[in-house]
Antibody
Framework: QLQLQESGPGLVKPSETLSLTCTVS??????????WGWIRQPPGKGLEWIGN???????YHNPSLKSRVTMSVDTSKNQFSLKLSSVTAADTAVYYC??????????????WGQGTLVTVSS | DIQMTQSPSSLSASVGDRVTITCRAS??????LNWYQQKPGKAPKLLIS???SLQSGVPSRFSGSGSGTDFTLTISSLQPEDFATYCC?????????FGQGTRLEMK
């Protein structure tokens, strides 16, 4: 059964870069059935999609985050990563990684990692 | 971006009640609509995909319907473990977008 787990610093200073890694277990990150996604949720607010990456390295990210997002995949470690640059307090959120199943007839996020709270503060 | 609007934002109900939550898209999304359940401090869990397909292991008291712009999630008889926040998500076009959530509370 596919499982995902986020890891990374819980505190990042303003203007610095947030870096998170998601480790996939119970399946291969090189599966052609899945993209691998990042979603965040500011405290008390709704979910916001950050971006998806395929095992080949193809990426899709939310235009609202402009060019601050960088995603990568390490198939040898079964991991994928997120970097968000120039962070501000508005980037404080619980960050989730998730498997994104995509087919011609539907797509969805499942399963999700447990989430990790990242606070932007000096 | 496609905007997803849920109503109500919060709802008080009792065990055994029938509950309906609505999700409206800002443009037609066919049936590309998913529903998630989120409990405090936990990750969202996929309940229903493609508007009405119940995920494996999800109780049959949950059902989804709709197409185009208007969708509903119905819980036929509320159980204590169903008190949570429910969220819709469109997968019709990028970026995938989520509704703001409906918090289902115990009356």
């Amino acid at each position: 059964q596919l499982q995902l787990q986020e890891s990374g610093p819980g505190l990042v200073k303003p203007s610095e870069t947030l870096s998170l890694t998601c480790t996939v277990s119970g399946g291969s990150i090189s599966s052609n059935s899945y993209y691998w996604g990042w979603i965040r949720q500011p405290p008390g607010k709704g979910l916001e999609w950050i971006g998806n990456i395929y095992y080949s390295g193809s990426t899709y990210h939310n235009p609202s985050l402009k060019s601050r997002v960088t995603m990568s995949v390490d198939t040898s470690k079964n991991q994928f990563s997120l970097k968000l640059s120039s962070v501000t307090a508005a980037d404080t959120a619980v960050y989730y990684c998730a498997a994104f199943f995509s087919s011609s007839w539907s797509s969805w996020f499942d399963p999700w990692g447990q989430g990790t709270l990242v606070t932007v503060s000096s | 971006d496609i905007q997803m609007t849920q109503s109500p934002s919060s709802l008080s109900a009792s065990v055994g009640d029938r509950v309906t939550i609505t999700c409206r898209a800002s443009q037609s999304i066919s049936s590309y609509l998913n529903w998630y359940q989120q409990k405090p401090g936990k990750a969202p869990k996929l309940l229903i995909s493609t508007a009405s397909s119940l995920q494996s292991g999800v109780p049959s008291r949950f059902s989804g319907s709709g197409s185009g712009t208007d969708f509903t999630l119905t819980i036929s008889s509320l159980q204590p473990e169903d008190f949570a926040t429910y969220c819709c998500q469109q997968s019709y076009s990028n970026p995938p977008t989520f509704g703001q959530g409906t918090r289902l509370e115990m009356k």
